[in-house]
């Protein structure tokens, strides 16, 4: 495996730690052709860590889709465990929306799918609202847990 300095220079196109590299970093992930691209752009330095400890070990045990699931799962959960320290409570909605978009990764990277429009403004909205239809749906999800408990 390359070395996380490495990474990130491929990933944002400037070395670790550059001025350019959180703007580099939106403008590649957002800017993205397809949804599976726009992950592999954001958050360079943890998406290495997850490769390396989460995903890479996950995929030798079982089918790459599933990791590709789980491993966005552990992110969310990872996520959640942040909220649990900062408000007292685990909701767990960082790990559901995860789950979810990590579903719409796998079916985009099974299916080679791509966005016909290669102009990077529209890449832009495309990825952004599949971000926030997996967050309505997360949300969604935990009402309707939450209904049930009631």
Known sequence: MISLKDYVKRRNGVPLGHSNSLGNMLKRSLGAKSFDLFWIHCNPIWNYYLNKYIYK?????????????????????????????????????FTIWFMIMGIIVAIFKRNGLAYKVQKEELNYGFNSILILVSFLLAKCVLNGIHFFKT
């Open 57 to 93: 070990p996950l995929k030798r045990i079982g089918h790459s889709y599933a990791a590709i699931v789980l491993t966005f799962g552990f992110s969310g959960f990872v996520h959640d465990l942040i909220g649990l320290l900062i408000y007292g409570k685990l909701s767990f909605l």
